[in-house]
């Protein structure tokens, strides 16, 4: 079935140091990418996303790059603070228009000041 | 605005039970989704809801099932309950006809532990 596979599992870093999290997923028709932040006691919040006929897209410290070839794609984070600690989930779509996304497994990423 | 609230936040139930999960999405969106969280399995999809019809389904077995009303409200209910069930249950609306190319807004979710 489709899958999406997110690494690594978990992630620690020093204060602004650059966290990189990466993604392949299995669906060629897949054509919409985002990624999700999940701090403790909340549901997950959109942080950015990315559309097949864009390779790279960037908002400030977070970055994200599409390699359609590949079927990967990777969230890069600059200059990192303790705020940025909490878990991280990649998606992508499966199904079409109709359909939904397939998440990954998520990243505790860990930002020690 | 007011965000996506679930209904109840915490619930504890035994084996055999049946539980019903609230869900009220952003005013004016229409879409429906609802989603598994597991420690060890992340966010799986259970079902997504447009204009009180089930559009898709993720694999689970048919105890767990939803509906969507009129005003866009949504409830998902699980009948007899195994223990594997305890999980955190998330529900995310979407402005958009298409939660797949769209932004979805989670609610906090009801975490429901099973005895």
């Known amino acids: 079935g489709e899958n999406v596979e997110q690494h690594p599992s978990t992630l620690s870093v020093q204060e602004g140091d650059s966290a990189v999290i990466k993604c392949t997923y299995s669906?060629?028709?897949?054509?919409?990418f985002p990624w999700y932040k999940q701090e403790l006691g909340k549901g997950p919040q959109l942080i950015i996303d990315i559309r097949s006929n864009v390779g790279e897209k960037k908002d400030q410290r977070i970055a994200v790059t599409l390699n359609k070839t590949a079927k990967h794609f990777s969230l890069h984070i600059t200059e990192t603070q303790p705020e940025d600690s909490a878990v991280y989930f990649c998606a992508a779509t499966y199904g079409g228009s109709q359909g939904n996304l397939i998440f990954g497994k998520g990243t505790k990423l860990s930002v020690k000041p | 605005k007011a965000g996506v609230t679930q209904t109840p936040r915490y619930l504890i139930k035994t084996r055999g039970q049946q539980v019903t999960l609230s869900c009220s999405p952003i005013s004016g969106h229409r879409s429906v989704s609802w989603y598994q969280q597991t420690p060890g399995q992340g966010l799986q999809f259970l079902f997504e809801y447009f204009s009180e019809t089930q559009r898709n389904k993720g694999n689970f077995p048919g105890r767990f099932s939803g509906r969507q009303f009129s005003n866009s409200r949504s409830e998902m209910n699980v009948s007899t309950l195994e223990l594997g069930d305890s999980a955190l249950y998330l529900c995310?609306?979407?402005?958009?006809?298409?939660?797949?190319?769209?932004?979805?807004?989670f609610g906090p979710g009801t975490r429901l532990t099973v005895l």
């Open positions: 995310a609306s979407t402005l958009g006809e298409s939660p797949a190319y769209n932004e979805q807004f």
């Open positions: 669906d060629s028709a897949s054509n919409y």
